[in-house]
């Protein structure tokens, strides 16, 4: 099983940038994902989550207005929408296949992890 995220890089303040989390059918295809982050010295934390047919999003209050979570169930694919992106964003994004057909706002809800992006903003 492999999730691969992807579309990370350097971006402004204010900027907008999307990240995507490509992976097998067979993994994503009833599962909920979710994307998470970490930054230097902190603990990783929930960003947002998607349920398997893409109807019921969650979000992090910090990024709730700005962040848009999307999949692409053709595709195998999750997104990632960042908008008005500020410096405190920066850090690195992890996708991750729940265990069930529903994210989670908790580590403990997933199963499976990709190797993660990295998403700087500078101010």
């Known amino acids: 099983v492999q999730l691969q995220a992807s579309g990370g890089g350097l971006v402004q303040a204010g900027g907008s940038l999307k990240i995507s989390c490509a992976a097998s059918?067979?993994?994503?295809?009833?599962?909920?994902v979710g994307w998470f982050r970490q930054a230097p010295g902190k603990e990783r934390e929930f960003v947002a989550a998607?349920?398997?047919?893409?109807?019921?999003?969650y979000y992090a209050d910090s990024v709730k207005g700005r962040f848009t979570i999307s999949r692409d169930s053709a595709n195998n694919t999750v997104y990632l929408q960042m908008n008005k992106l500020k410096p405190e964003d920066t850090a690195v994004y992890y996708c991750?296949?729940?265990?069930?057909?529903?994210?989670?706002?908790?580590?403990?809800?997933?199963?499976?992890w990709g190797q993660g992006t990295l998403v700087t903003v500078s101010s």
């Open positions: 991750a296949a729940a265990r069930t057909s529903y994210g989670s706002r908790r580590l403990a809800g997933y199963q499976y």
């Open positions: 059918r067979r993994t994503f295809h009833n599962n909920g």
């Open positions: 998607i349920n398997w047919r893409g109807g019921v999003t």
